[in-house]
């Protein structure tokens, strides 16, 4: 999308009108504007799974960075350091959390070469029965049925991105207690 002097002056005062606490320029200024950060995330994001999860967390970014911008000053500088900040910052928490995470697949591959009698299934099982009904429903249709993030969501009647974070937070909760059952085992 190119930009004109207008458009930037056109986003500058729905900044302003925003400050101010409209809430219809603020909308306005967001939906005019998602497409631009959207893109600006989309080709400084390799890993595709991850585009609409960083560009949640630049818009989050965003809004709370808003009060911050200098009606004094032009506004494209100030947005552009703003998303920009805000990728790489999305982009370094990513970075850390896969670095500390260990993929749910893992669990399931150990599961698969233990013998029965150490009970391994069964804790497994028993995890996914104590995480709430979304994440568990998210996790068993991507992992235990095997289906696309596409068709689950589809079969759902939510986003990509929801079942995405259905998913994320089942998993965090299933390291979470199985790392705990282990633990206690031990």
Same mark, same amino acid.
């Given at each position: 999308?190119? @930009? +004109?002097? #207008?458009?930037?002056?056109?986003?500058? &005062?729905?900044?302003? /009108? =925003?400050?101010?606490?409209? %809430?219809?320029? !603020?909308?306005?200024?967001?939906?005019?504007?998602?497409?631009?950060?959207?893109?600006?995330?989309?080709?400084?994001? @390799? +890993?595709? #799974?991850?585009?609409?999860?960083?560009? &949640?967390?630049?818009? /989050? =970014?965003?809004?709370?960075? %808003?009060?911050? !911008?200098?009606?004094?000053?032009?506004?494209?500088?100030?947005?552009?350091?703003?998303?920009?900040?805000?990728?790489?910052?999305?982009?370094?928490?990513?970075?850390?959390?896969? &670095?500390?995470?260990?993929?749910?697949?893992?669990?399931?591959?150990?599961?698969?070469?233990?013998?029965?009698?150490?009970?391994?299934?069964?804790?497994?099982?028993?995890?996914?029965?104590?995480?709430?009904?979304?994440?568990?429903?998210?996790?068993?249709?991507?992992?235990?049925?095997?289906?696309?993030?596409?068709?689950?969501?589809?079969?759902?009647?939510?986003?990509?991105?929801?079942?995405?974070?259905?998913?994320?937070?089942?998993?965090?909760?299933?390291?979470?207690?199985?790392?705990?059952?282990?633990?206690?085992?031990?």
């Amino acid at each position: 999308m190119d @930009f +004109n002097d #207008d458009q930037w002056q056109t986003w500058t &005062q729905l900044m302003r /009108l =925003t400050q101010g606490g409209d %809430k219809a320029a !603020y909308e306005r200024l967001l939906v005019e504007m998602s497409p631009v950060v959207f893109n600006f995330v989309r080709k400084r994001v @390799f +890993n595709q #799974d991850h585009v609409e999860d960083v560009f &949640q967390e630049v818009l /989050l =970014t965003f809004h709370k960075a %808003k009060h911050s !911008y200098r009606t004094d000053l032009p506004f494209p500088p100030w947005f552009f350091a703003v998303i920009r900040n805000a990728v790489w910052a999305a982009l370094k928490k990513n970075h850390r959390i896969g &670095q500390r995470e260990v993929p749910l697949e893992d669990f399931f591959d150990i599961a698969a070469l233990e013998t029965a009698e150490d009970g391994i299934d069964d804790r497994i099982h028993q995890a996914l029965g104590a995480i709430p009904g979304i994440n568990r429903q998210a996790v068993e249709m991507l992992k235990l049925k095997g289906m696309s993030v596409e068709t689950a969501a589809k079969t759902l009647g939510i986003s990509q991105a929801a079942l995405r974070v259905r998913a994320h937070r089942g998993y965090a909760l299933l390291k979470k207690i199985l790392k705990t059952q282990v633990e206690k085992s031990e």
